[in-house]
């Protein structure tokens, strides 16, 4: 990294430690965690996966809920909003370049947003440890990766839809469009078309999979439930396709490469258009 995207790097995670809303975030999901603990969820038992482990699945589908609009809303007005504030007609009177400034916001965003995320998750481990839980570490690791790709997912697709769009309310309205579509196409719009249209099951399911948060969620299901017993007949098309393994490697390189080719489209569209 050259020195002056360090520089953007630095002064944006500086601003975003200044910002309460990073805090009251960090708190929430540090108080989840802990409100989790406290309630006994450990003790219970989901497919015979007990303590820890339970718990790491109830993190993973809750943040499944949270995390996506979250990082929709708070990023997407990155650029937009530095746009209509001045504060991009500074930064670039500095001898910093497009690329620079982008990829210094885009990287900040990423900390900002995923390190309280792995904090919450490595806190509960820790615990674990101490109140002598058995921590599975190799489901740590994979749900860590899953959270890290779909943050990096979605701050792709809002740096873009922040470069592109004329205002942060523009901005917000599609981002806010987008995520409902997307949460939509899990289920309820891809039934409906079946059932009306008589389309062929096998479509079905591959169109499904072609949506991030779908991917995301199949992902962490299939680490604690190999036989997706959860998902019903779905789950003998999947696993009759591509084996548990190879599922996994998907739903961690398919969202960091969507996530890649937006957050790159947004900067090349950010170095060629009129900015200010």
């Given at each position: ?32 965690v802990a409100v989790m603990f406290a309630t006994g969820i450990t003790e219970s038992q989901v497919v015979g996966f007990v303590g820890l482990s ?180 779905v789950s003998y098309y999947i696993l009759d396709t591509v084996s548990r393994t190879t599922f996994i490697v ?27």
């Amino acid at each position: 990294m050259n020195k002056t995207l360090v520089q953007v790097l630095k002064s944006d995670i500086k601003q975003n430690l200044r910002s309460k809303s990073f805090w009251i975030y960090s708190l929430l999901l540090g108080g989840f965690v802990a409100v989790m603990f406290a309630t006994g969820i450990t003790e219970s038992q989901v497919v015979g996966f007990v303590g820890l482990s339970r718990l790491m699945i109830t993190f993973m589908q809750v943040s499944m809920v949270i995390l996506p609009i979250y990082v929709l809303i708070s990023t997407v007005r990155s650029v937009v909003g530095d746009k209509e504030n001045g504060v991009l007609e500074y930064y670039l009177s500095l001898p910093i370049s497009f690329k620079s400034y982008y990829w210094g916001k885009f990287l900040s965003r990423f900390f900002v947003i995923y390190v309280p995320v792995f904090m919450a998750f490595l806190g509960a481990a820790l615990w674990g440890l101490i109140v002598n839980l058995d921590v599975p570490w190799d489901l740590f690791v994979l749900y860590s990766g899953l959270l890290a790709m779909m943050v990096f997912f979605f701050l792709g697709l809002s740096m873009f839809l922040s470069t592109v769009s004329k205002s942060q309310e523009m901005a917000l309205s599609t981002a806010f469009i987008i995520w409902l579509f997307l949460v939509a196409f899990m289920d309820i719009l891809l039934i409906g078309m079946m059932l009306k249209m008589r389309i062929n099951p096998d479509g079905v399911i591959i169109a499904s999979l072609l949506n991030p948060l779908q991917v995301f969620r199949t992902g962490s299901l299939i680490l604690f439930d190999p036989k997706l017993t959860v998902m019903g007949p779905v789950s003998y098309y999947i696993l009759d396709t591509v084996s548990r393994t190879t599922f996994i490697v998907f739903s961690l390189v398919y969202p960091f490469i969507l996530g890649l080719l937006f957050s790159i489209f947004g900067c090349r569209y950010f170095k060629k258009h009129d900015v200010v």
